[in-house]
C-alpha cells in the first residue's frame, strides 16, 4: 500500500489543484494535511479577518474532501515536524507542496526537503498552483533574474502557453489510523473582532463568486474597475490569496472580451508581484529601489488615517471600508497610499501593515510591492507621481456615493459636494462630526518633492 503526502498552505481547493492532483495520482492512498504553524501564528499574521476566512476556507475543504472519501488532516505546530510525524508512521515516501516566494516559504520548503532526505522521502514542489504564471518561468534578456517593469512582463506572460485546468480528483482515499485534530476556532488562531461585513470563506463560495463574475460582470470591467461607488470588480483576490478560486483557472474561464482581457492582467499583475518577491525576498520589509526617503514621524496623523478621519472624504471612506469589510477598493487603495505616503510623508511600511492587519485578502507580495509601487520605491516608473485626492474623487465618484456609502456622517451632503466639506457654510460644517483636513494638499505636495529633493 502506498501513501503520499498533499500538504495544503495557500491553495485551499480540490479544483485545477495540481498538488493534490499528482499527489492523488502518485498513491493508493492519499493524507491531505493542513497544518496550523506555530511560527507564523506567533508572527500576528494571521489576523482577526484572515482566522475567520481560513476557517471558513478549510471547513469547506474537509467537507469536500469528505465527497471525495477523504478528510482534511490538521494538526498543529511545526510543520517539519508534523509532516516527518506522518511519513514514519505511513511509510510516505512522496511529500507535495505548492512552491511559495515569500522569505518564510522558502525557508520551510528548504528545511521540509533536508529532512525529507534524512529520511529517504521526497519532496515534489508544484510552482503553477498558486500564481497562473509560475515564478521564473518567464526572465528579460541580459541574464537577469526578474522582470521589474510590468508590461514586457505582461507581453511575455501572455504569449506563455497556460497548463489547462485539472478536475478535482475522483476519489481519495485515507490510510487507516490516521490522527488529527478538530478543525480550528478563529479565535484558537486570531484573537480580536473581525470586522461587521466580513465575507465568507471557501471553495464553493469562491467558485460561486467565479462564476457570477464571469457571466455578468467581466465584460464590462474594463470600463468600470475604477469606478468606487459602482463597485464593479470581481471581489475574488482573498479568495486568491488563500488559494480557493485557481487563478489559472480564472484567466483560462476569462473569455476575450475587453473587460476580460482587463481583469487577466490583473491576474498578471498577481504573478508578476510574485516573481519580483521570489528574485528580491528582502523587499517585503526593505525598499525594492531606494530613494533616500527621511519619513516623517507623526503618530498622530498616522492614526487619523489608519481610522479614516483625516478630513479628505474619499480617503476616509476607503479606510472605513476596509475596516467595515475587510476590504478595500482597488482604487481606493491606490489614493489612500498616496496620501499616507506622497502627502503626509509617512513610511510604506506603516501603511503596509495596517493594511495587513485588516485585509482578508492581505498577501505578502501583493500588499508590500503594491505599497511599494504607489511610495516610489518599488517598480513604479514613475516615482515621484502623486494622486491628488480631490481629482481622484471627482474622476472616479462624481456623485460622491461612495463616500456616503462609508461615512455616514455625510450622508446629508449632496451629490459631489461631500468631497469637499470644508467649503460648505460654518453652520453646516459645525454640525458635522467630522474633522477638518489635517494637510493641506499642497503643501504635502512640496514636503514630499523637497525630502525626495
Not at 62 to 71: M, P, Q, V
Not at 72 to 90: A, M
Not at 116 to 124: I, P
Not at 306 to 327: H, S
Amino acid at each position: 500500500m502506498s501513501v503520499s503526502l498533499a500538504l495544503f498552505t495557500r491553495d485551499l481547493r480540490v479544483h485545477d489543484n495540481p498538488m493534490l492532483h499528482t499527489a492523488a495520482d502518485a498513491a493508493d492512498h492519499v493524507i491531505p494535511l493542513f497544518v496550523l504553524d506555530d511560527a507564523i501564528l506567533r508572527t500576528g499574521f494571521p489576523s482577526p479577518n484572515r482566522a475567520a476566512f481560513l476557517v471558513d476556507c478549510l471547513t469547506d475543504l474537509d467537507a469536500t474532501l469528505r465527497e471525495l472519501g477523504a478528510r482534511l488532516i490538521v494538526r498543529r505546530g511545526d510543520p517539519v515536524t508534523e509532516v516527518l510525524d506522518l511519513v514514519t508512521h505511513h511509510a510516505i515516501t512522496d511529500v507535495h507542496l505548492s512552491g511559495d516566494v515569500s522569505r518564510y516559504a522558502r525557508q520551510r520548503q528548504r528545511r521540509l526537503g533536508d529532512a525529507l532526505d534524512e529520511h529517504g522521502a521526497r519532496l515534489h514542489l508544484h510552482d503553477d498552483v498558486i500564481t497562473a504564471v509560475a515564478p521564473g518561468a518567464v526572465t528579460p534578456t541580459g541574464n537577469r533574474d526578474h522582470f521589474a517593469v510590468f508590461t514586457p512582463y505582461l507581453r511575455r506572460w501572455t504569449e506563455l502557453p497556460k497548463r489547462t485546468p485539472l478536475p478535482p480528483p475522483h476519489r481519495l482515499r485515507l490510510p487507516p489510523r490516521v490522527t488529527a485534530h478538530a478543525l480550528p476556532d478563529p479565535g484558537a488562531i486570531s484573537r480580536g473582532s473581525t470586522a461587521p461585513d466580513l465575507p465568507g470563506g471557501g471553495e464553493t463560495t469562491g467558485r460561486d463568486l467565479l462564476g457570477t463574475w464571469l457571466r455578468d460582470d467581466v465584460t464590462g470591467y474594463a470600463d468600470g474597475h475604477d469606478d468606487l461607488a459602482g463597485d464593479r470588480t470581481s471581489r475574488l483576490s482573498p479568495h486568491l490569496h488563500f488559494g480557493t478560486v485557481s487563478a489559472t483557472e480564472a484567466a483560462h474561464r476569462a473569455g476575450r472580451s475587453a473587460g476580460a482581457r482587463e481583469f487577466v492582467s490583473q491576474l498578471a499583475w498577481r504573478d508578476f508581484h510574485h516573481q519580483v518577491l521570489a528574485a528580491r525576498p528582502a523587499c517585503s520589509t526593505h525598499d525594492y529601489r531606494s530613494r533616500g526617503d527621511r519619513w516623517r514621524h507623526a503618530p498622530d496623523e498616522l492614526r487619523a488615517w489608519q481610522e479614516g478621519r483625516t478630513g479628505y472624504p474619499v480617503v476616509d471612506a476607503g479606510m472605513r471600508q476596509l475596516l467595515r469589510e475587510g476590504w478595500m477598493h482597488n482604487r481606493a487603495r491606490l489614493i489612500t497610499a498616496s496620501f499616507l505616503t506622497k502627502t503626509l510623508y509617512l513610511d510604506w511600511r506603516e501603511g503596509a501593515r495596517h493594511f495587513l492587519r485588516h485585509l482578508t485578502d492581505g498577501d505578502i507580495a501583493n500588499n508590500q510591492l503594491n505599497w511599494q509601487w504607489v511610495a516610489g520605491t518599488g517598480t513604479d516608473t514613475r516615482p515621484n507621481r502623486v494622486l491628488n485626492p480631490l481629482r481622484q474623487a471627482d474622476r472616479y465618484d462624481p456623485r460622491g456615493d461612495y463616500v456616503r456609502r462609508y461615512l455616514p456622517e455625510l450622508r446629508d451632503i449632496p451629490g459631489p459636494e461631500v468631497h469637499r466639506p470644508w467649503t460648505l457654510p460654518d453652520h453646516q460644517r459645525r454640525e458635522l462630526d467630522y474633522p477638518d483636513p489635517i494637510v493641506d494638499l499642497a503643501e504635502g505636495r512640496e514636503r514630499f518633492l523637497a525630502a525626495r529633493g
